[in-house]
Nanobody
Framework: VQLVESGGGLVQPGGSLRLSCGVS????????IGWFRQAPGKEREFVAA????????AFGDPVAGRFTISRDNAKNMVYLQMTILQTEDTAVYSC????????????????WGQGTQVTVSS
């Protein structure tokens, strides 16, 4: 069971990035996926989540309207498209998996990736 994030990097304010979460070791279609982020000195924060079918999504208030989440179950991939990035979006972004419906609570997730760094700076 493994989740691997990719796509992080350095981007200027106002720019865009797409993060990917690759799921292996089990069939991703059985799991709801969430994205969380943690900035230095701050608590982990809910970013977005998508249900196993892709029919339900949820977003944290700071990113609503700027980020979208999608999944390709045939490829065992989940994507987080981030637009209009702000310096406050700088953090390590991690994807996580759970079964039983999407949740904004990190404690409800069973499996976690290692994270990918996103830095928004001019």
């Amino acid at each position: 069971v493994q989740l691997v994030e990719s796509g992080g990097g350095l981007v200027q304010p106002g720019g865009s990035l797409r993060l990917s979460c690759g799921v292996s070791g089990f069939t991703s279609v059985w799991y709801d996926i969430g994205w969380f982020r943690q900035a230095p000195g701050k608590e982990r924060e809910f970013v977005a989540a998508i249900s196993l079918s892709g029919s339900k999504t949820a977003f944290g208030d700071p990113v609503a309207g700027r980020f979208t989440i999608s999944r390709d179950n045939a490829k065992n991939m989940v994507y987080l498209q981030m637009t209009i990035l702000q310096t406050e979006d700088t953090a390590v972004y991690s994807c996580a998996a759970r079964n039983g419906g999407i949740s904004t609570n990190a404690n409800h997730y069973t499996y976690w990736g290692q994270g990918t760094q996103v830095t928004v700076s001019s």
